[in-house]
């Protein structure tokens, strides 16, 4: 990752308040009840388990106890507010420090929109996941109604500036780039096997006045009852598992 770049990162996620903020809003608030699903639907002993962009990790709790459990972020202040028994490093995520066929499970949660190069985090991925491993992928996604957000900030920030877009939603990095679904499907094709699923977590305009209100969570429970939606859900699921 570039030392611009990278500034940029660390600097809108040192930036605690705004991140827990972030993390405390309605529409983030659905998207950690179904991350919290599908973890709670795993049973993982003795495995090697990384977490990459992991922040204030919301996962090392439900595996510190019989994993080896590594949380990494490039923001230093972050990760030290992740506890032992947890490993704690600071990595760029398109560079894993691990050998080839290291790692069991690898978490990545609303990480890969904010590298410069996701493919190349993704085939690290690929590379270190041992043999009946396991990766998890939750990220906004570049084939769905949630481009239409994307695409009305870049033209705000366009026209407005980066400091009056983060003023009205608060945590965000302005070179944000939505998962490349095709990259994906791409990449982890031949040895491993794909479940792939979406929700529509539907997102009220970014104003810090929307900030303590559950319409947009409302909004997504009804529209996901709709067939029509199950393929163009804002934020899209992997559930991708290694056979050899």
């Known amino acids: 990752m570039s030392d611009v770049r990278l500034q940029t990162e660390i600097k809108a996620f040192d930036d605690t308040e705004a991140y827990l ?6 529409y983030t608030r659905r998207l950690k009840a179904e991350v919290d699903k599908y973890m709670a639907s795993l049973d993982l002993r003795d495995a090697v388990i990384l977490e ?3 922040g204030i990790s919301e996962h090392a709790h439900r595996f510190n106890k019989d994993n080896m459990m590594i949380v990494t972020d490039i923001t230093k202040s972050l990760v030290e507010k992740n506890e032992p028994p947890s490993t704690r490093a600071i990595v760029d995520a398109q560079v894993f420090p691990f050998k080839d066929k290291a790692i069991d499970f690898i978490i990545f949660v609303g990480i890969l929109h904010h590298l ?16 009946n491993g396991r990766i998890f992928i939750c990220e906004p996604h570049r084939m769905s109604i949630n481009f239409i957000y994307y695409t009305l900030r870049l033209l705000v920030m366009k026209i407005m500036g980066a400091g009056f877009v983060k003023k009205l939603i608060g945590c965000f ?14 990449i982890f094709a031949g040895d491993f096997a794909r479940h792939k699923w979406t929700i529509l977590s539907f997102r009220l305009p970014p104003l810090r006045l929307f900030r303590n209100s559950k319409l947009d969570v409302t909004l997504s429970d009804f529209f996901d009852r709709l067939p029509v939606f199950n393929r163009i859900g804002t934020t899209v699921f992997y559930d991708i598992k290694r056979f050899k």
């Open 21 to 26: 903020e972030l993390m405390a809003r309605p």
């Open 52 to 54: 990459l962009g992991c």
């Open 116 to 131: 410069p190069d996701q493919v190349k985090s993704l085939l690290e991925a690929a590379r270190v996941c041992r043999p």
């Open 173 to 186: 990095t302005p070179d944000e780039v939505q998962l490349d679904v095709r990259a994906v499907e791409r």
